[in-house]
């Protein structure tokens, strides 16, 4: 059974720094196409970030987070990471990891991108503040 625990997230002044971990177990294969998606009441979910595990140089980023955000995996700890930078009041949203392995590297992105993923982490909450 795959399980994707986040950890992280929290409250932070505009323009400041926060970290999500999104720890997986379970999976049934060596490589994972994993995204990050945040979702705020009465708005639809929108898929921020990505990342394709195990080899392939996949990364995605949405255009609202492009040079603030970065999505990086440390493969042997099953960890992804969202470094989140120069934060501003509208990144305030619940935040999921979500991850499926029915997807190769060169069709992960597309996969995060309509939101095709099996699994999904128990959610954080991410508030910043002006």
């Known amino acids: 059974l795959v399980k994707l625990v986040e950890s992280g997230g929290g409250s932070a002044q505009a323009g400041g720094s926060l970290t999500l971990s999104c720890v997986g177990s379970?999976?049934?294969?060596?490589?994972?196409?994993i995204g990050w998606f945040r979702q705020v009441p009465g708005k639809e979910r929108e898929a921020v970030a990505g990342?394709?595990?195990?080899?392939?140089?996949?990364?995605y980023y949405a255009d609202s987070v492009k040079g603030r955000f970065t999505i990086t995996s440390d493969d042997a700890k099953n960890t992804v990471l969202l470094r989140m930078n120069n934060l501003s009041v509208e990144d305030t949203a619940m935040y999921y990891c979500a991850a499926t392995e029915r997807f190769a590297y060169w069709t992960c992105n597309d996969a995060l991108q309509r939101g095709d993923v099996d699994y999904w982490g128990q959610g954080s909450q991410v508030t910043v503040s002006s």
């Open positions: 379970g999976y049934y294969h060596s490589s994972q196409c």
């Open positions: 990342i394709y595990t195990g080899g392939g140089d996949m990364k």
